[in-house]
């Protein structure tokens, strides 16, 4: 049997995959929250397999790659599943680098869903044909794609926030942030930050 736990902050979307993952014999949903806190006391209190991951948990709550690390750190054994609406490079990069081994949309078919959860839960990849292929696109071009700190910088830039409130949120300096927008620039071959921003978007790598 493979256990599972579900953490999503909407909860009929929650409801309703813990309904469709009953229908699945050798599946046991253990708990569903939306709260990363009850999610780590679930995982240390109780064998998870698997752990499906929203990527927004709600405003004041950890994002979904930093409720990752929680929960590996808590629970070494449990692989997550990033289950989300949101297909930027940069969640995805996030995702994979917090520790994630799958990454699925929302919008896929129930038969995806279970096929990735059985592949997590044996110790393999579960990574959307999609997504498999961008990952693989990134690591084939590692001189022009941008890495995780420039997409969490330029990402933070299109929110709006300013090279000094960048610096104190990334807990770096100034120049810093304008080193990682800089080689943004050039990768995305901008002739500045709005065309940037503009680019990164249009090409799914980053979102508002």
């Known amino acids: 049997m493979i256990h ?27 708990a569903d929250t939306d709260d990363p806190e009850e ?14 991951v929203d990527l927004d948990l709600g405003p004041n709550r950890s994002d979904g790659p930093t409720t990752t690390r929680l929960l590996l750190r808590a629970s070494p054994g449990t692989r997550v599943v990033a289950f989300t609406a ?8 996030r995702m994979v680098e917090a520790g994630a081994v799958g990454y699925l949309l929302k919008d896929s078919r129930p038969a995806a869903l279970f096929s990735a959860i059985r592949s997590a ?3 393999s990849a579960a990574l959307a044909g999609p997504i498999a292929a961008r990952l693989l696109d990134r690591m084939q ?4 794609a941008l890495t995780s700190r420039e997409l969490e910088v330029l990402e933070l830039a299109a929110s709006g926030l300013s090279n000094r409130d960048l610096a104190r949120r990334l807990l770096v300096s100034e120049a810093t942030v304008k080193t990682h927008l800089h080689h943004a620039f050039i990768k995305l071959r901008a002739e500045n930050g709005q065309a940037a921003i503009a680019t990164a978007i249009k090409q799914g790598l980053i979102r508002l």
């Open 86 to 93: 949101f297909d930027s490079d940069a969640d995805i990069v």
């Open 141 to 144: 071009r590692p001189d022009d």
């Open 39 to 52: 999610a780590i006391t679930v995982v240390t209190e109780n064998r998870i397999d698997v752990a499906l």
């Open 4 to 30: 599972i736990l579900l953490l999503d902050d909407h909860p009929v979307l929650r409801h309703g995959t813990r309904a469709l993952l009953e229908t699945q014999p050798d599946f046991v949903v253990i």
């Open 121 to 123: 839960a044996t110790g």
